[in-house]
């Protein structure tokens, strides 16, 4: 796969970077426990935070077959996400360092 799809994941209306980062580490530590194939998935992810309104964001390239299952985990979870641009992707190329971190499967 060559393309990519954004998603952004956002903190709680006034969440500190330690909370978000806490909840966000054991988020994905579930993925990929649970669903090892899904997390192989997600291909980088933003090194900074961002800021959305009142809110942290963190930004991910994701291969577009795990975006349904992502969008799902995420809200059982209890994490907010921005809807996701099915046209708007992205190449490997776009995230490079040092702007991004390339996940090691």
Do not use: N
């Amino acid at each position: 796969m060559d393309d990519y799809l954004c998603l952004t994941i956002l903190s709680d209306p006034g969440e500190g970077e330690a909370g978000f980062k806490a909840r966000l580490s054991t988020f994905w530590t579930v993925m990929l426990r649970e669903q090892p194939d899904e997390f192989e998935k997600v291909y980088a992810e933003a090194v900074a935070f961002e800021s959305h309104a009142d809110r942290l964001s963190r930004k991910y390239l994701i291969e577009s077959g795990a975006a349904e299952i992502l969008e799902s985990e995420l809200r059982t979870a209890g994490l907010d996400l921005l809807p996701i641009d099915p046209d708007d992707l992205y190449s490997k190329y776009e995230a490079a360092p040092p702007e991004w971190f390339w996940i090691e499967h």
